[in-house]
């Protein structure tokens, strides 16, 4: 643990921006300087030192980002404005990141003299081979406290808000945070926020479409895409329950870190084929700590990441406080804790493992969550949960009234039966055909229900259904729609 202090709260608006106007300002100052004067100068000297001054004084426990973007420049993501004063130092600046063809440059807490004097007289040299040649030397020279990224083209921007580019660039930020986190190094904070606040504006805009998406499982990657699954899920919960999108922006990061602590419990007890022994079993229901641990290790605490340490250590414990880890004192776990943990335990067992001989399906997924209600989970999730996926969430595999089977597409639009999702057909009838089941005929007639739920857990094969089959199981929706518990007349407020 660092014993770092906690980042205080933002400053107000006019402040902030003028000490990133100075910031950038004093940098540009110093990249001019040592282009033109050899190290031992006195100007060279005092123009890093201004700079380190300004780092150490407003960015003392977070990173801090120095980036262009279309010839603008940005600290984190603010865009600063340029004053007639600046204009020639910040334009050397740009020139610069330009040449070498640079996004940006990430300084860390506890930047050192020595490793700004070597990044800036590097930046002066010629570039040949741009960036990468650059990064090169960066690593030749040790630097620990300063981080060069690569250019964000500006395309990128909208097409993060498409639903398989979030989904994507969430997985790529899973698989970042871990190897960081392995290596001791500290999390890009920024990056992280990017994709937290596009995993939040993609709900926002169409919930339905990245919802869908949680139904990838990946079976190697599974760490990364149940944490990806995770956020989204929690995040679509949390703009239930009436969150701001700061708080579902922290919701997020929370979910993403929730089992960060597996990376210390060796990978042959997490994929063990078999049953575990008491020992192997133990050690996996020590990751909540792991996390707190490793998380309390990073520098940079401040209130997102303090709730972010708090839900990772509270996911297995459940409303009733049984699961783990073993408490004695806790009387109630926090609101993004029971958010996590619905979210956490129906991505889990509706996707495959190799110590489970079946896996249960999505529909079976809320089911259980339902049969748990009040006990492990929070009924007002659990309801919330339900109206959000309905009784068949994407992925189950439906056999139709119609004697069509068809995969579950997008839970059913608001305002329709829980019972009537989107379906794309899959055998029988027209394969591919999109059908949304809450249509109605003439009549004013639905001309198709679920009338059965199969589990293909056989290597992707769907078993074999035939009309009579079908006609046996008969209609379940409703009946699991009168298990949903009523709320109660307050929600929790989020802690
Ligand atoms: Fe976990
Ligand atoms: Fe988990």
């Known amino acids: 643990m660092s014993g ?11 402040a902030a921006r003028e000490d990133e106007r100075r910031l950038v300002h004093r940098l540009a100052v110093a990249l001019r300087t040592t282009g033109f004067h050899d190290p031992g100068n006195t100007a060279v000297q005092g123009a890093i030192a201004e700079f380190l001054r300004t780092v150490r004084t407003r960015w003392a426990h977070e990173q801090v980002w120095v980036g262009v973007r279309n010839r603008c420049v940005f600290v984190n993501d603010e865009r600063l404005r340029i004053g007639p004063s600046d204009y020639l130092n910040v334009r050397y600046l740009m020139d610069t990141f330009d040449r070498w063809n640079l996004g940006g440059i990430t300084f860390q807490p506890g930047v050192r003299d020595a490793e700004m004097r070597s990044v800036l007289y590097e930046l002066n040299q010629k570039s040949e081979r741009g960036l990468e040649e650059l990064a090169a030397r960066a690593r ?19 097409a993060a808000h498409l639903p398989l580019r979030t989904y994507s660039a969430c997985l790529d930020v899973c698989r970042e945070i871990q190897e960081t986190v392995r290596e001791h190094r500290h999390i890009r904070t920024r990056r992280l926020r990017r994709v937290t606040q596009a995993v939040v504006d993609q709900l926002l805009e169409d919930e339905s479409a990245l919802l869908s998406m949680t139904t990838i499982k990946e079976f190697d990657d599974y760490l990364f895409t149940h944490s990806t699954n995770v956020a989204i899920l929690s995040v679509a919960l949390g703009q239930r329950l009436g969150f701001d999108k700061r708080t579902l922006g922290d919701l997020c990061l929370a979910a993403f870190l929730h089992d960060l602590g597996k990376i210390l419990v060796p990978k042959g007890i997490l ?5 575990l022994d008491p020992g192997e079993r133990a ?32 996911h297995h414990i459940n409303l009733d406080l049984s699961g783990y880890p073993r408490l004695t004192r806790k009387n109630s776990v926090t609101l993004f804790g029971r958010i ?25 997924g809320v089911r259980f969550l339902l049969e748990h209600s009040g006990t492990q989970f929070e009924p007002v999730l659990v309801k919330l949960f339900l109206e959000m996926l309905g009784v068949y969430p994407p992925g189950t595999v439906v056999g139709l009234s119609s004697g069509e089977v068809g995969v579950v597409r997008r839970p059913p639009l608001p305002g329709s039966a829980l019972s009537r999702p989107q379906i794309r057909v899959v055998r029988g009838g027209d394969p591919g ?47 699991i729609a009168e298990e949903v518990p009523d709320p109660p007349a307050r929600l929790p407020v989020a802690r």
Do not use: W
């Not at 770092?4 to 006019?14: F, K, N, S, W, Y």
């Not at 620990?144 to 921007?157: A, D, I, M, Q, Y």
């Not at 994929?271 to 049953?275: D, G, L, M, V």
């Open 283 to 314: 050690q996996i229901q020590q990751h909540p700590i792991h996390a707190v641990i490793l998380l309390l290790e990073q520098e940079q605490l401040n209130q997102s990441t303090l709730r972010a340490i708090v839900a990772g250590f509270e």
């Open 340 to 364: 996590i943990c619905v979210a956490d335990r129906y991505d889990a067992i509706t996707t495959r493992r190799s110590y489970r001989k079946t896996t249960s399906t999505p529909h079976e």
């Open 4 to 14: 770092q202090p906690i980042t205080p709260l933002p400053r107000c608006d006019a």
């Open 433 to 479: 055909t999109i059908l949304d089941l809450a249509d109605r005929d003439a009549a004013g007639k639905h001309p198709r229900s679920v009338v059965a739920v199969l589990n293909p857990d056989d290597d992707g094969q769907l078993p074999a259904l035939c009309g009579a089959e079908i006609e046996a199981l008969g209609p379940i929706g409703a009946m």
């Open 140 to 158: 030749a020279l040790g630097l620990k406290h300063v981080e060069l990224t690569e250019p964000e083209r500006e395309s990128e921007e909208p």
């Open 271 to 275: 994929e063990k084929p078999t049953q």
